[in-house]
């Protein structure tokens, strides 16, 4: 199970915004994420730098797996998991009465 985020939703936002309101004011994108990680207290510029992309993603503006995709995925691959068990629970059980039926029984 993931970590919950050390950051809030509402940071994370508010910070992708402020990039893109304040990036003409420094000379790089790299400048104007340390300089929004600094002001709001995140930790790292990277952190930032990935929360931008995935917006950038979300906005359909640049290609990758959106959120939703990815929270459709993992659903799908723990439905998965879940199916196979109970299939290989059926399997065994199926087995095992198959087995009780070829056996010869004897009456008392």
Do not use: C
């Not at 990039?19 to 709001?40: F, H, R």
């Not at 990815?70 to 199916?83: F, P």
């Not at 059926?90 to 070829?102: C, G, H, M, N, T």
Request: proline share 5%; glycine share 4%; no cysteine.
């Amino acid at each position: 199970m993931a970590r919950p985020s050390r950051y809030p939703l509402e940071l994370r936002r508010r910070a992708v915004r402020m990039v893109a309101e304040v990036g003409d004011d420094y000379p790089n994108e790299t400048a104007t994420l340390q300089a929004v990680a600094e002001k709001l207290g995140i930790g790292s510029r990277e952190t930032l730098r990935n929360w931008v992309k995935q917006h950038e993603i979300d906005a359909g503006t640049r290609p990758g797996t959106t959120t939703e995709e990815s929270a459709q995925l993992k659903a799908l691959k723990k439905e998965n998991a879940e199916l196979k068990r109970a299939n290989e629970i059926l399997k065994a059980a199926a087995s095992f009465f198959a087995a009780e039926l070829d056996r010869p029984h004897t009456r008392s």
